[in-house]
């Protein structure tokens, strides 16, 4: 597939599909529906639209990820990342603070800051500085 540039951000054309491993060296903005059945490195900032899917391990600086994706695989992010409202990872380790936002299913989830967590997740150990838990979401 080809990824588009922009400075140093790159850009996957909406609903794309990687059939192996994808290394982006920069940040990646990655629209809905996009689907990588490898593993995915990016240098930067990873921000993964709603609905996609990383069939590996994901690496990057900082991540949002979008509502509804599945990471079958690791999520290790070097400083902070946000998992929006119904995302599903297998594990999470992050060495800044993580979000969980309402929905979202975890197993795992490690920092070396503070976890949040907005409403009702579903999750395996919790594991940082901090834990706070926030409302409902709402």
Not at 34 to 45: A, C, K, Y
Not at 49 to 69: H, L, Y
Not at 71 to 97: F, M, Q, S, Y
Request: aromatic fraction near 6%; hydrophobic fraction near 35%; glycine fraction near 14%.
């Amino acid at each position: 597939m080809k990824i588009y540039r922009q400075g140093d951000s790159f850009i996957a054309p909406r609903g794309s599909y990687f059939d192996g491993n994808v290394k982006v060296p920069g940040n990646f903005i990655v629209p809905p529906e996009t689907h990588i059945w490898g593993r995915l490195d990016v240098n930067g900032t990873l921000e993964l639209g709603p609905m996609s899917t990383v069939g590996g391990d994901v690496t990057c600086e900082r991540a949002v990820i979008g509502n509804k994706v599945r990471i079958k695989g690791t999520l290790d992010v070097i400083e902070d990342v946000v998992l929006c409202d119904d995302a599903k990872v297998a594990t999470v380790r992050a060495g800044g603070d993580i979000t969980l936002r309402p929905g979202v299913k975890v197993g795992e989830v490690s920092s070396d800051e503070t976890i949040y967590v907005v409403g009702k997740i579903q999750s395996g150990r919790l594991t940082g500085r901090n834990v706070k838990v926030l409302g409902n979401g709402h």
